[in-house]
């Protein structure tokens, strides 16, 4: 792991393969670690021809931290929207975004190929309409477009989201048991949840970074980030829109308006996949990555 300032902060980030290769920037979802992008995956990109570069988005993971604000008040933020105010909160998804430019900027790379998981694919939404000509192509997975018309997710979901999960350096085991029963009810009825492998996975998250409060911080920027098709109708790039039919967190409608907003995407949707990436799909995923970014738009 490399630590670079960017922005004015701190971002940690990983790299595979040849730095010679043309580069994909690997994006996380919300309150997760790049980590999430697991080793065997990058190194199946990496095998493709690409310079894989993972990092920590701000406020997660090793990358720098925003605990200094005060605990956020939903309740607030929700009346501030419906109201048509813009709440004040402490960065939003173009800074997200303006971090993965920098990154870029950082490490000497023109251009990237974008990819981005859940809240990491509005960021890469964002990166592909405001700075056209650092992305290369956009891979956009499990996210959505901010349309308000879409369905919303299921209160049971988000009760599980944001409950509070017990602090685990004082309760592992309940902090385990919670964060396993929220994976479980996002991820789809097609392949086996591995639970061993997600609990060393959130066990690794915590020993590297622990900041319950940076999942409100990032929800508030996902909140005043608002509908982004305006901007997507605005993307360029070649695109490739990624969703699972079993998604109970961004339903598939979500997935379908993201790609009908994007002139030129390709729409894939894959039945028995939830809110999650099975391992079993790395292939499948891998190559519509590979077949987006050697895609060529029409003049």
């Known amino acids: 792991m490399n630590i670079l300032n960017v922005n004015g902060i701190d971002l940690a980030y990983d790299s595979f393969g040849n730095e010679n290769d043309e580069a994909i920037i690997l994006i996380a979802g919300l309150g997760t670690q790049m980590i999430r992008w697991t080793d065997p995956f990058c190194r199946l990109l990496a095998a493709r021809g690409f310079r894989v570069i993972r990092f920590d988005n701000r406020d997660a993971g090793c990358s720098a931290h925003f605990d200094h604000y005060q605990a956020l008040d939903f309740g607030a933020l929700a009346a501030a929207l419906m109201s048509g105010q813009r709440p004040d909160v402490p960065y939003t998804l173009d800074d997200m975004a303006s971090d993965a430019i920098g990154l870029l900027d950082a490490l000497s790379i023109d251009r990237a190929h974008f990819v981005g998981r859940s809240m990491g694919g509005m960021i890469a939404q964002l990166a592909s309409s405001t700075y056209p ?4 192509s956009l891979t956009s997975i499990m996210s959505s477009s901010g349309n308000p018309a879409l ?3 299921s209160p049971d979901v988000m009760a599980t989201m944001t409950t509070p999960a017990p602090n685990p350096f004082e309760d592992e085991a309940g902090f385990l048991a919670h964060s396993l029963n929220f994976a ?7 392949y086996p949840f591995d639970e061993d492998a997600y609990r060393a996975l959130i066990l690794e998250e915590v020993r590297r970074a622990y900041d319950p409060g940076s ?4 929800i508030a920027a996902i909140a005043v980030s608002g509908d982004r098709r305006p901007r997507l109708a605005t993307i360029q790039a070649p695109a490739l829109v990624i969703h ?15 790609a009908s907003a994007i002139p030129g995407a390709e729409l894939m949707l894959i039945d028995g ?9 790395y292939g499948q995923v891998a190559d519509g990555i590979e077949r987006t970014a050697r895609r060529k738009l029409p003049h």
């Open 133 to 136: 000509e650092r992305v290369r």
């Open 151 to 153: 369905p919303q997710t």
């Open 184 to 190: 479980k009810r996002i991820a789809g009825t097609g």
């Open 215 to 218: 999942v409100g911080r990032q």
């Open 244 to 258: 699972g039919m079993d998604d109970p967190l961004f339903v598939p409608a979500c997935g379908e308006d993201t």
């Open 273 to 281: 996949v939830g809110h999650d990436l099975p391992s079993q799909l």
